[in-house]
């Protein structure tokens, strides 16, 4: 069991490593309300996509508490703007979106107080992307030759997830089985999730890596050879074009440009087959100083502008194997992922 946990329901409440401080301290965020919940994810206490919808699902738990003690059995009309502000705490990983339609769907058959039978449900959300993450390592780390270097980007380890991971997770599990020489991590600008989080999971399990510079990823493909980049998503459109943080699609580039293949790792939760291609993803953009300022110190002239998106999205067409916890999408386009999903029964 990976002892790394991103967020854990305790005494009735909701509590999130803070994420914003690691690897220096290890400090953990106690919620007891749903917008305390929506604005932790809003400012990266807790980010990755599958760890933003478990967290969304506990916050729709506090919600209904709430709820039931101020308007009794009229609780499903006073929780709404929770829902609503929940919602729209990030706007990129379907997870989040996804979990909110899991809680609610049990509004339905909830009586009386609604706690017990939504924290159920928030529990059963937890520990069944855990079960995917485990799932997805075992389908995607055979597909990773003996003694291989690999790129990852961002951070998608048990931090960004119920535990485990998604690219991540498919790293631990191919290094246990010997797969793994090396793995590059890139360091993420501008939150630095590969410098501060995957660098942290991979250091505590002994595992060999070495930190690069997002702009490495050309050079590092020409002359270390990884043979695989390595990403998790925060959403799939139906064609397997993928959302994932900004950087990406360049290493993606970089990748095919040299001989190496792209392989993408995410649960079911992250597929959304009601958008058709990456064109219609929402990429969330965030404020101009997450460039221009680091901790408060200029990295910048005082008041130059940015542009600071911070998903890209990879066409299918340079994805090699797109991995989920019912098997792997080689060459993923409409037509495969449709018959992959109809299989899997979604
Ligand atoms: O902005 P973040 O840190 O929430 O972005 C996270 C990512 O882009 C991850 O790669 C993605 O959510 C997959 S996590 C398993």
Redesign the pocket.
């Given at each position: 069991m990976n002892p790394v946990t991103a967020l854990r329901w305790q005494d009735g409440a909701l509590h999130l490593l803070d994420q914003r401080r690691l690897p220096a301290e290890q400090t953990w965020l106690r919620c007891v309300s749903a917008g305390e919940v929506a604005d932790a994810i809003r400012a990266?206490v807790v980010?990755?996509?599958?760890a933003?919808g478990i967290a969304a699902a506990y916050g729709v738990v506090l919600a209904a508490r709430a709820a039931f003690a101020a308007a009794g059995d009229g609780w499903r009309a006073a929780i709404e703007p929770d829902l609503a502000h929940l919602r729209n705490a990030?706007p990129t990983?379907v997870n989040l979106a996804w979990a909110l339609d899991r809680m609610t769907a049990r509004f339905a058959t909830t009586s009386g107080d609604p706690e017990p039978a939504l924290l159920a449900q928030a529990r059963a959300i937890h520990d069944q992307d855990l079960a995917a993450n485990r799932a997805m390592a075992a389908h995607g780390a055979p597909l990773i030759a003996p003694g291989s270097r690999v790129l990852t980007?961002?951070?998608?380890g048990a931090l960004?997830?119920g535990g485990h991971?998604?690219?991540l997770g498919v790293i631990r599990t191919a290094h246990a089985q010997g797969r793994i020489a090396e793995v590059f991590v890139d360091e993420t600008r501008p939150?630095l999730?590969g410098a501060r989080l995957t660098a942290w999971e991979l250091q505590q399990e002994g595992i060999p890596a070495r930190l690069v510079v997002d702009g490495a990823a050309a050079w590092l493909f020409a002359r270390l050879r990884p043979a695989w980049l390595i990403?998790?998503?925060?959403r799939i459109a139906a064609n397997g074009d993928t959302a994932?943080?900004i950087g990406t699609y360049t290493a993606a580039l970089a990748a095919r440009a040299h001989g190496a293949r792209v392989m993408v790792v995410?649960p079911l939760s992250t597929f959304d087959p009601a958008t058709p291609d990456g064109a219609v993803i929402e990429v969330e953009e965030r404020p101009a100083q997450e460039l221009t300022q680091l901790a408060g110190q200029a990295l910048a002239p005082a008041g130059f502008a940015a542009w600071n998106p911070?998903?890209d999205v990879t066409p299918a067409a340079l994805i090699d194997a797109i991995v989920c916890e019912h098997g792997v999408i080689e060459r993923p386009d409409a037509a495969r992922m449709a018959a992959f999903l109809e299989a899997a029964g979604r």
């Open positions: 990266m980010r990755g996509a599958p933003i990030r990983a980007h961002c951070n998608t960004a997830t991971g998604t690219a939150w999730q990403v998790g998503a925060d994932n943080k995410a911070v998903f």
